[in-house]
């Protein structure tokens, strides 16, 4: 917001800060050059040829082609590499089972699309529809998306400027926020220029169109939007978790294969082999997980007020190491009140804003009139003047005027407007210079009132008004800091304006020198971006995002929708635009901004759960095909089925989604995806599987006799179990004991562990074990599970899994 003096008094001949966005190829004449009788029909036709309609292209995604983009993934691929192999071996029942896996998946993916589209459409929807211009020498009424540059237009009051256009005359008030992020309307005249999207808050102009489109400011915007992508940081775990463990088992299975052949084993034995490898490496409800993880954590969210439009975003806050802040409308109310009153001798500040609001319109869009009249409302002054006429604010006087008689029936004239004006018209008051740079220097928007009878007219005082903080944005920022996470302020406002807001809400740092944002500039550097463009917001999360910073955005207008889709969670307030809210990854529901706390704490609890069941993924994944290249060694068969492997990945792998409900303590600190450690971290767990499942089937070979069918059924036990004990160990970083699991974890055990024993004891799909078989491996893995969490306990503290 632009609180000084000077810039609320510029003339309607200043130029804007912000370029029009006009391309020189896309005019056939510069600006100021188009006759004032307009361009005729045929030369507005020619044009319209020439640089094309003026709105943005459709760019449609193919809902089919999205589908399809689900099964085209490292996951996908290895579920239809053994669906291809089952039916290669005629095993159609288990071709099937696999198939509803991966389609199973593919349908939770379609959860987690992309909202480009509908920020687009949003975007659109702000444009105006048609508009008034003058062609052949005469006012015409036309569809916005026939308009040329060079196209003389009229903007009249509720209006929405349907181009980037440069006024040729009259004077409008301006409302350019959902572009600029400027808080307060600008005066315009002649000689500036605005932007498609902005509003028309009062008066009456004529404007030359001056870039059209794509072209325009709001179309860059748009396109900024459209090309905005980021990587999850879930997808890069998805995608370094399949690549570590498809390279580790490809070469198992490599050697499995060859030590096969060297034992001469059929081809059609083999091939039954491979298939059952490929199946026991797949991570197959690793990407479903943590779609589901982030779905519970999104409904949990909801209930406090903050509504994910992304899933991938509720799992990123917990990641989530620096917030870039909107000023306007996000760290304060978007709304002028009135802060200070400095009332001059024979003056007191309830009279000083009962004056201030007689020369105030009533009823109007004026944001400054609307802050006056409302705080003079709360002050009740019984001998308040009495309007007899109004004469509404004037860009070129830079005041508005008022007459009305004082509680004596005498008549004053009333004058409100920029302190050099009024001051000028008014009796000498010393002070008053000297108050009013005292009020300027504090980042405040100043206005002089002045009353009296025509001939004798005293300054009565000044009147400071400012956007305020949000009551808990000081709280908000300071609990933020205690979670490790760095807010900076971004903002389009002045320096000092931007500096002032900080201090009131805690953000203490230096200020980004004016100028292009630096390509490798750090969160630590500075507290405060300001007068930066849509552009600059952008271009800020690309510059911390490159630092493998993840990256917030919270913000409330369209000038901060290309960010807000840039950044890993784009954050809207309550109070936020179309575009803004479906270019954000999150959007709070409520005011305030405690939803972004919220947000924090329930990202890490979702966080620490697919952390669990990804540290789960890797330990059984590597253990179970070198227990196959074990049992290949100890027997000379392959110790599992690719029916039995189905069923260990249908059992085991679903049900131990369960953990997406667990119960865990969210981390201190931001969390992040170290998966080098929680590879390390998962082998050790999977050789510790592996000694226990080998010794339990080393017992059925050596010292039972088992039959090789009834290893295969002993295998697929003790796999069952030995998952069930590592899940438990793996779940809590301390001691097993020391937190009690969810009760839906609970059930899912026992679910998995009555499944897998009634199958083994009745002989169903495999051949039949004594119970006391099936029991004592039972109590083994119990015994398992609490010698592993001794190992897992030092282990997990240096590798830092926390």
Known sequence: MRLATHELNRAGTQPSKFSSGASPDTLTASPGSASKAGLTSEEARRRLVKCGPNAMPDTSVNPLRTALKKFWAPVPWMLEAAIVLELMLGKFVEAAIIALLLVFNAALGLFQESRAQATLTALKSRLALTVSVR???????????????????KLSLGGVVAADVKLTAGDVLLDQSMLTGESVPIEAGAGVETYAGALIRRGEAEAEVIATGARTKFGRTAELIRTAHVVSTQQ??????????????????????????????????????????????????????????????????????????????????ASMVVLCADKTGTLTQNALTVTTVHSMPGYDDAHV??????????????????AIRAAAASRTLPDAPKLINFAAFDPTKKMSEATATDPTGETQRILKGAFTIIVGLSQPAPTAAAAAKELEDKGFRVLAVAAGPAAGIKLAGLIALSDPPRADSAAL??????????????????????????????????????????????????????????????????????????????????????????????????????????????????????????????????????????????????????????????????????????LIMVTGDF????????????????????????????????????????????????????????????????????????????????????????????????????????????????????????????????????????????????????
């Open 655 to 802: 049900l131990g989604m369960s953990l997406t409900t667990d119960k865990v303590r969210p981390s201190p600190a931001p969390n992040a995806w170290r998966i080098g450690h929680l590879t390390i971290a998962g082998v050790i767990m999977g050789m510790g599987e592996l000694l226990f499942c080998t010794a339990v089937l080393a017992f059925g070979a050596y010292r039972l006799g088992f039959t090789i069918s009834a290893l295969q059924t002993l295998a697929f036990v003790v796999i069952v179990f030995g998952n069930q004990a590592t899940t438990y160990t793996n779940r809590e970083r301390r001691h097993l004991w020391s937190s009690r699991p969810s009760i839906w974890l609970l059930l899912s055990s026992v679910a998995d562990l009555l499944i897998a024993s009634t199958l083994a004891i009745g002989g169903i799909a495999m051949t039949p074990l004594p119970a006391w078989v099936v029991a004592g491996t039972l109590a083994a893995a119990v015994a398992f599970a609490i010698l592993l969490d001794f190992v897992k306990v030092p282990v997990f503290r240096r590798l830092r899994i926390t």
């Open 353 to 370: 804003l009962a004056l201030a609001a007689v020369a105030s319109s009533d009823g109007g869009q004026d944001p400054v009139d609307g």
């Open 477 to 646: 920022v300071g609990e933020l800091r205690g979670l490790g996470v760095r807010t900076v302020m971004v903002t389009g406002d002045a320096p000092a304006t931007a500096a002032i807001v900080a201090k009131a809400v805690g953000l203490d740092g230096a200020i980004c020198p004016p100028g292009p944002i630096p390509d490798a500039v750090h969160p630590e550097q500075y507290a405060i971006f300001a007068g930066v463009l849509p552009e600059d917001k952008y271009k800020l999360v690309k510059a911390f995002q490159r630092g493998s910073q993840t990256v917030g955005m919270c913000g409330d207008g369209a000038n901060d929708a290309p960010a807000l889709r840039q950044a890993q969670i784009g954050i809207a307030v309550s109070t936020a635009t179309d575009v803004a809210k479906s270019a954000a990854g999150m959007v709070l529901t409520e005011p305030g901004l405690a939803g972004i706390v919220a947000a924090v704490k329930e990202g890490r609890i979702t966080f620490q759960r697919i952390l669990s069941y990804t540290l789960n993924s890797i330990t059984k994944k590597t253990f179970q095909v070198l227990f196959l290249g074990i049992g290949l060694l100890m027997t000379g068969h392959a110790i599992l089925t690719p029916l039995l492997m189905v």
């Open 236 to 317: 890069r775990a998805v995608l370094r978790v399949v690549r570590n463990l498809a390279g580790f088992n490809g070469i198992v299975i490599i050697l499995l294969v060859a030590y096969a052949w060297y034992l001469k084993m059929p081809v059609a034995d083999i091939v039954p082999l491979i298939l059952t490898a490929i199946l026991a490496s797949i991570p197959v409800a690793l990407p479903a997980t943590f779609t589901l993880a982030s779905a519970l954590g999104a409904r949990a969210l909801a209930k406090l007020g903050v509504l994910p439009t992304r899933l991938s975003a509720v799992d990123e806050a």
């Open 135 to 153: 062609r052949d020498g005469i006012w015409k009424t036309v569809a916005a998306a026939e308009l040329v540059p060079g196209d003389i237009v």
